[in-house]
Each structure stands twice: as C-alpha cells, then as structure tokens.
Nanobody, 118 residues
C-alpha cells in the first residue's frame, strides 16, 4: 500500500501562484509514476501532469502546459505541482495519484481544494 497526502491548496486571486505537495509513504519502492489530477464540481476528474519517478520524464495536459510544472524530490518521496498565473477555471479539488505501471493509477490522496477568485 502507498499512502498519499496532498497539501498546499487555498484561496487565491487570479494571476497568483500556488505550489501543491504530495507526500508518499508506505511501499513507495514500487512507484512507476506519479500524477496530478483535478475535479471541479459537476465535472469528471481531469489529468493535469505526470512524472516518471525514476527518470523524471514529464507530461502535461494541453490545458495547463506552460503554466503548471510537476517535479519530484526522490529523497522526500514527494511530488510537487507548481501552478502559475492561476485562473478562476482552475478552481477544483486537486488530487495526486501513484502508479505502479503505465496507464493506471493505483493509489490516490484525499485531495486539496484550490479556489481562484476573479
């Protein structure tokens, strides 16, 4: 089992930045990749970004490319999402996920709320 705990959400104004953190514990040696997702009210969960844990390769959804950056600290078993130039449409609950193999996320955090006011 892997436990994930997100932090760093909050209420900000449009144009501001936030950095989300997701700390992993437990059987983290089996991690292939970690990713960030979000879910706004009434919408499906949306993929944002992912990072291959060992190599550091990253991938992004078009909706956040150029504004959001995913990174990881292997020593701290933590993945980050730096979010710049936030917009009201970025308002959502943000989740991190952990994957043991390509294409499937096996573990999820509890989520952290991000609210962007106009």
């Amino acid at each position: 089992q892997v436990q994930l705990v997100e932090s760093g959400g909050g209420l900000v104004q449009a144009g501001a930045s936030l950095r989300l953190s997701c700390a992993a514990s437990g059987r983290t040696f089996s991690t292939y990749a970690m990713g960030w997702f979000r879910q706004a009210p009434g919408k499906e969960r949306e993929f944002l970004a992912a990072i291959i844990w060992s190599a550091g390769n990253t991938g992004y959804a078009d909706s956040v490319k150029g504004r959001f950056t995913i990174s990881r600290d292997k020593a701290k078993n933590t993945v980050y999402l730096q979010m710049n130039n936030l917009k009201p449409e970025d308002t959502a609950v943000y989740y991190c996920g952990s994957s043991r193999s390509s294409g499937k996320y096996d573990y999820w955090g509890q989520g952290t709320q991000v609210t962007v006011s106009s």
